[in-house]
Structures are given as structure tokens and as C-alpha cells.
T-cell receptor, first 114, second 109 residues
Framework: DTGVSQNPRHKITKRGQNVTFRCDPI?????LYWYRQTLGQGPEFLTY????????KSRLLSDRFSAERPKGSFSTLEIQRTEQGDSAMYLC????????????FGPGTRLTVT | GENVEQHPSTLSVQEGDSAVIKCTYS??????FPWYKQELGKGPQLIID?????GEKKDQRIAVTLNKTAKHFSLHITETQPEDSAVYFC????????FGDGTTLTVKP
């Protein structure tokens, strides 16, 4: 296993369309996090899972955003009715339950909403 | 919620010099403080971390210090090399992480 993977790496979509991103964590990692990063800023926490349970959601995660981790392995992040303000890098990270703070990030999915 | 401030936002040094980046945090419950290096087009890479029960940690040319009383922590890079050029982020964590806004480090050959 070479680390956290994310697909697609880039997504260009028109305003109003729905998009879905996928994250595959490091195989033995129980926790999975989603962050959003805009240009010149640090990553901002969106949500995290422990196995298949979504334990916390940020206020940044509006009703248009939904995340799932159905079998406690990969996760998907869906954005419905995209807006230009959703343009950002969406980062996924994973960690071991026994070492929950050591988060390892994937390469991110860059979303551009036109 | 937690708030992390990071300074400076840009830092330029000559190869071989030292670089220091400082962060402050607001939530005394934060107990884990990682530092990440992010290169263009890549996700953040964990380079070193420190826990709240430790005051200093070193790994080769990189060291971190933590002052829990003052709620600040710092990254020190010695003998900088051009490949150290990147954006560096500090974070304060209690599970989820709150990040600073980053420091763009440029090491001139």
C-alpha cells in the first residue's frame, strides 16, 4: 500500500451540477477525514469517520455536501448543485485508531466550478 | 473553536541558513501539534509532530518546540537546502486538526 489515494485528481464542472469524489485510505487505517483547501489557506476540516460511522461534521459542510464510508474502507464526498464558491482542493486523510492524530494525506482532488 | 495563527507568511533564506516558523493556538485542550510540508500539486506531508507532554523534539535537521503555557510552538529547520522550499503548515489537534495559513519557504542556492 503506497498511501492515501484520491480520484479524480482534477474535476471541472458547470455550476449546478453534482460531483462525487472518492478517497481510498491506507488499508489498516480506521479513521478517515475530509478537508477543503483554498488557495493561500491551510486545510479546513469538513468531516471525519471512524470505520463507517460519521462522528463529526463541520459547520462548513452545508446541506449540499454529503459524505459516506459505507463499509469502513473507501469514502465518497458528494457536492450537489455546485456553486463557484465550492472551487477548492478537497483533501482526504487517514489515521490509525490507536494513533488518531497522525494523519496522512492524499494528493487531493482539485475542483473547478465554472 | 480552535484558532491557529502562523507567522511569517513568507520566508526567504540562503542555503545553509536556519529557518524558524512560529504558531500560536487558542484552545488549551489541543494536545497534538503536527507540521506538514506541502509541495505544489501535492497533499500535505507530515514531517514532524509533538505531543503536549513533550517540550521539544528533533529529527535530523528539523526540530519542534512547544510552550503549552504560552500556547505557542515553533518549527526550526537548520542547514536549509533548496529542496526544503515548499509551503509549511502547522496544526493543533484534538482528533481533527485546525491548520495555520501556511508559510512559503524559499531557500536560495
Amino acid at each position: 500500500d503506497t498511501g492515501v489515494s484520491q480520484n479524480p485528481r482534477h474535476k471541472i464542472t458547470k455550476r449546478g451540477q453534482n460531483v462525487t469524489f472518492r478517497c481510498d485510505p491506507i488499508s489498516e487505517h480506521n479513521r478517515l477525514y475530509w478537508y477543503r483547501q483554498t488557495l493561500g489557506q491551510g486545510p479546513e476540516f469538513l468531516t471525519y469517520f471512524q470505520n463507517e460511522a460519521q462522528l463529526e461534521k463541520s459547520r462548513l459542510l452545508s446541506d449540499r455536501f454529503s459524505a459516506e464510508r459505507p463499509k469502513g474502507s473507501f469514502s465518497t464526498l458528494e457536492i450537489q448543485r455546485t456553486e463557484q464558491g465550492d472551487s477548492a482542493m478537497y483533501l482526504c486523510a487517514s489515521s490509525l485508531l490507536g494513533a488518531p492524530y497522525e494523519q496522512y494525506f492524499g494528493p487531493g482532488t482539485r475542483l473547478t466550478v465554472t | 473553536g480552535e484558532n491557529v495563527e502562523q507567522h511569517p507568511s513568507t520566508l526567504s533564506v540562503q542555503e545553509g541558513d536556519s529557518a524558524v516558523i512560529k504558531c500560536t493556538y487558542s484552545d488549551s485542550a489541543s494536545n497534538y501539534f503536527p507540521w506538514y510540508k506541502q509541495e505544489l500539486g501535492k497533499g500535505p506531508q507530515l514531517i514532524i509532530d509533538i505531543r503536549s507532554n513533550v517540550g521539544e523534539k528533533k529529527d535530523q535537521r528539523i526540530a519542534v518546540t512547544l510552550n503549552k503555557t504560552a500556547k505557542h510552538f515553533s518549527l526550526h529547520i537548520t542547514e536549509t537546502q533548496p529542496e526544503d522550499s515548499a509551503v509549511y503548515f502547522c496544526a493543533a489537534s484534538i482528533g481533527k486538526s485546525t491548520f495555520g495559513d501556511g508559510t512559503t519557504l524559499t531557500v536560495k542556492p
